[in-house]
């Protein structure tokens, strides 16, 4: 049996690989991760608020605040006022921070299409077989209550 360990390692070791390849191919200036996961979380829900945002990446939201100048500064994230509540600011991609996501998920598929292309149809089969589990792990974790007693 596989351990929780093992496969928590895999993973991670998978996501750094092909993070750092993307952003070499890409050519971009890589951002730090939380940055990286604010702009994810603004392209999946455009509109959100700081406060929702901090929420839903379980953090504090001056964090997140502190994120979100970065990226403005960097012209990634725009800033608006809500037209239903002026005290509340919205978030929304800004079109060189749609560019630079493009252009990363473009590098990030290229790279794995390549590296499956040089795996066996058996070994390319048994990934393709286990995606539906991942998603469904990847589910449970992102439901995960925040604080649990490691095993």
Do not use: F, K
């Not at 390849?21 to 604010?38: K, M, N, S, T």
């Not at 239903?84 to 600011?89: C, F, H, P, S, Y």
């Not at 560019?99 to 990030?108: L, N």
């Not at 598929?109 to 991942?134: Q, W």
């Amino acid at each position: 049996m596989t351990s929780p360990i093992e496969i928590s390692d895999t993973l991670g070791h998978l996501h750094q690989v092909l993070r750092r390849a993307a952003v070499r191919r890409d050519g971009a200036d890589r951002l730090p991760d939380a940055q990286i996961e604010v702009l994810r979380l603004v392209e999946r829900q455009p509109g959100i608020c700081v406060g929702e945002a901090a929420e839903a990446l379980r953090t504090a939201p001056n964090t997140v605040s502190t994120l979100v100048g970065g990226l403005a500064d960097a012209g990634l994230i725009a800033r608006e006022r809500s037209p239903e509540n002026r005290r509340l600011v919205r978030l929304t991609l800004t079109a060189e921070a749609r560019r630079r996501i493009d252009g990363y998920q473009a590098q990030r598929r290229a790279l794995v299409a390549d590296a499956l292309d040089r795996l066996g149809d058996d070994a390319r089969a048994r990934i393709t077989a286990a995606l539906p589990d991942l998603r469904h792990l990847a589910d449970l974790l992102a439901s995960a209550p925040e604080a649990t007693t490691p095993r």
